[in-house]
């Protein structure tokens, strides 16, 4: 496919998982500083009583095990607290939920632990021993508004508060279920994973030379990043509509887990 299929893109556009192109802006500047300041007080909040719990509990120790209170509090409130809210929560943390704002993958999927991480690792640097200043200019000068933790995590921030009306997605061809469930499916380019979803949503209008020759371009750029191959006869848009369909079921059951994870901590601290 060209690239003038792609012009209808802005560079605000919203890419999920199965490259269906949607209308959410990334957050404004001002939007994620307000979330930050929010963010931060909570942080000063646990801190203090983790800090505090952890000076009671080791005040009768040798020195030793008070340095190892003292340090093994600062990781939990900087790092285990910030990975694992936004986890949880889908890429919200307390400031993000009052602001409307949620961190998503670059290709708008959602946020995984590992680059929740990621980005509270450089947030100790970046914001909290930098005060704040690469973030912020980080965040001016880039089209959607990331700050280095998101650059290295691969994620950004969106706002949340938007209605959207999806098409339905491409169903699993029946005859790939087998070969999908087994199969090793990496996440495409954004660009690919795009060109995909506009190629199985026009592939019944296209006349059969169009059909096979895009359909045979895409399914080779996008065999790179699955394995084992399709079994032999399939046709290019079967294995395409079939590594969309596998790729929004994972994220659908990871998210499935997700809520499940979060039903037992909850039920257990009731």
């Given amino acids: ?26 957050a404004t500047v001002g939007a994620r500083i307000a979330s930050g300041l929010l963010d931060v007080l909570a942080l000063g909040i646990v801190g203090f009583v983790v800090l505090f719990l952890a000076i009671v509990s080791s005040a009768h120790t040798d020195g030793a095990l008070q340095h190892v209170a003292l340090v093994g509090s ?7 607290y910030p990975t694992v809210l936004e986890t949880l929560t889908r890429g919200r943390s307390l400031g993000k939920v009052a602001m409307g704002l949620r961190v998503v993958r670059d290709d708008a999927g959602p946020v995984t632990a590992q680059q929740s991480f990621v980005r509270a690792l450089i947030g100790i640097v970046e914001i909290y021993a930098l005060s704040g200043g690469p973030a912020f200019f980080s ?51 954004v660009g690919l994973a795009l060109a995909v979803r506009q190629y199985l949503a026009r592939v019944s209008t296209l006349d059969p030379a169009s059909r096979h020759r895009g359909g045979e371009l895409l399914a080779t750029r996008m065999s790179e990043y699955v394995a084992p191959p399709p079994p032999p006869g399939t046709t290019s848009w079967d294995f ?11 994220d659908a059951a990871r998210l499935s887990r997700d809520d499940a994870l ?8 009731e």
């Fill in 262 to 269: 979060r039903a037992r901590l909850t039920a257990r601290s």
């Fill in 139 to 189: 965040c001016l000068v880039s089209s959607r508004g990331k700050r280095l933790g998101d650059y290295a995590a691969g994620t950004y921030v969106v706002r949340d508060r938007v209605r959207l009306a999806l098409p339905p997605p491409t169903p699993m061809p029946a005859h790939l279920v087998g070969w999908a469930a087994t199969a090793d499916v990496r996440s495409p380019p």
């Fill in 74 to 80: 600062l990781m939990l409130v900087f790092l285990v």
């Fill in 240 to 250: 395409l509509a079939a590594v969309s369909a596998t790729r929004r079921q994972r």
């Fill in 1 to 26: 496919m060209s690239s003038p299929e792609f012009a209808m893109l802005t560079e605000d556009d919203l890419v999920t998982g199965e490259a269906v192109a949607l209308d959410l802006p990334a």
